[in-house]
Each structure stands twice: as C-alpha cells, then as structure tokens.
C-alpha cells in the first residue's frame, strides 16, 4: 500500500480511535490511556523531521478536539516527534535501521519495541500531565498519573502489535 495513504488511514484510525473510545474510558487514579502515539512512533525511519512534526501536530490537534483539551495532546505530541530521532538513534542497532522495513514489534523484537515506545510514551505523558495541572503542588499527581498511564498505554501498544501487526508469512 502507498506510504501516503496507509499512513493517512492509520493517522485517523488513531485519532478517532482515541477521541471516541480511549478518551472516554474512566480507570480511575489519573489513569488515562493514549494510544495516539502509537502513530507517531509507526512512522516510518526516513521521515523527515519537519513532517513528522506536522504530522505529530495534526494527530494532536485532531485528539485536542475530540477530547477539548486546547492543545495539550498537540504540544506533547510535537515534543516527542522531536524526540523521536534522538530516541532511535539511542535504541539504533550496531548495524542502524533497515529504512525497508517499519519501526513495530514484529520488524524489530518486542524487546526493542518496550524500550523505545515505553521511553516516548513515558515522556509524552509527563509533559502532558505537568501541563495539565501546571502546578509544582501537584508534583504527586503528575508523577502517579505518568506512571499509571504510560504502564497501561504500554500494555495496550503491545497488544496492538499483537493483533494487528504481525509479522508477514515468507515463503
């Protein structure tokens, strides 16, 4: 499929995924599940940084106005597609990344998947939760709610790997 077009269609799926199902879920004790980057991660190796800033900004900007958040999803988004580079050169394996093939699970190793996601996923959620109470008084909250948030986000990336990303049968 054209890179264009199966990235569009992930782009919405991911946000209106977010919006209409992830956003609505109430855990409790400041747990609250983003898949959206997700897509920021699945882009692919070669994508330019100022691309994927667009792109991390309309993903954000696209949650913002399902859940009225007035721009926290698009900041914390636009800050790790900034990041993301610099995350995977960190994680980069000896011989670098094969531009072929896709930034998931089945591509690359779980092990390599949990280390990277759970390191932007981490960082998303406390830039995104310090924005949201902006206050130091409320430095337990933010850490709790990180925390929380990025173990679930972390188990549902996982197990959307392991159902819609699988590796392809060769022959």
């Known amino acids: 499929m054209n890179y ?3 990235n569009t269609i ?3 799926a991911f946000v209106v995924a977010q919006g209409l199902i992830f956003g609505q879920l109430d855990f409790g004790y400041g747990i609250h599940p983003m898949i959206y980057p997700l897509f920021i991660i699945m882009l692919p190796f070669d994508t330019r940084p100022v691309i994927l800033m667009l792109l991390a900004f ?3 900007i696209g949650v913002d106005f399902f859940m009225n958040t007035f721009g926290l999803h698009a900041s914390a988004a636009v800050l790790i597609a900034y990041m993301r580079p610099g995350i995977f050169r960190r994680f980069a394996p ?3 990344y094969d531009l072929l093939k896709e930034p998931i699970a089945s591509e690359w190793g779980y092990a390599w998947f949990i ?7 981490f960082i998303h959620h406390l830039w995104f939760f310090s924005l949201e109470y902006f206050k130091w008084s409320a430095w337990q909250e933010i850490i709790t709610s990180t925390a929380l948030s990025s173990i679930i986000t972390l188990i549902i990336f996982i197990l959307i790997q392991v159902l819609f990303f699988k590796k392809p049968n060769s022959i």
């Open 94 to 96: 000896r011989d670098d």
């Open 58 to 60: 309309l993903a954000g």
């Open 10 to 12: 992930r782009l919405l």
């Open 115 to 121: 280390k990277v996601s759970g390191l932007t996923v």
């Open 4 to 6: 264009l077009i199966k």
